[in-house]
């Protein structure tokens, strides 16, 4: 099984503050987009990956495939996984990969979601997924950039005797 070294949830991916910040604070060797439409985009993979350093290894997969390659992978390869969504997060892990904690960038507004941090909107889907793996001993932090503080997203989330959520709305 590969090391995995970091897991984002971005909906942008790959962009400026991964390519300078992310990758060089992971000291990650390897990144594996898991994403089921755009590994059939050859135009935005192209795009990804000329946005990288030569040296990085670079793939995305869809689930199935990146369940193949994270566990068959070296343990020498030190792999950031990127995704838009918690569900594939939550698929990957119910597919056997095992995240020790997973770190949350920008989740965009949408129908039906709620503001729980700068940018940061989830459905009561994404709570769901959320507060699961929250159940399985994941850390799962709202960070932008190595630097910035971190905030554990279990503090923003809470349940009532109601079983109704309420946050720490900023």
């Known amino acids: 099984m590969v090391n995995i070294c970091m897991t984002r949830i971005d909906e942008r991916l790959i962009h400026g503050q991964v390519t300078v910040k992310w990758i060089q604070f992971a000291k990650c060797t390897r990144i594996i987009i898991v ?81 729980f941090y700068d940018n940061v909107f989830l459905s009561p889907e994404d709570i769901e997924i959320f507060e699961y793996l929250i159940s399985k001993n994941i850390s799962i932090k709202i960070q932008m950039v190595p630097d910035s503080p971190s905030v554990e997203l279990a503090n923003l989330l809470y349940q009532n005797k109601e079983g109704v959520i309420k946050t720490n709305l900023r």
């Open 35 to 115: 994403d089921d439409e755009i590994v059939n985009d050859q135009f935005f993979i192209n795009i990804f990956r000329m946005s990288l350093p030569d040296q990085l290894k670079f793939d995305v997969f869809n689930v199935d495939e990146a369940v193949k390659v994270l566990n068959k992978g070296k343990a020498n390869d030190k792999v950031m996984v990127l995704v838009k969504f918690p569900n594939i997060i939550k698929r990957l892990y119910d597919k056997g990969i095992k995240f020790h904690e997973i770190i949350i960038g920008r989740i965009p507004a949408g129908e039906g979601k709620t503001k």
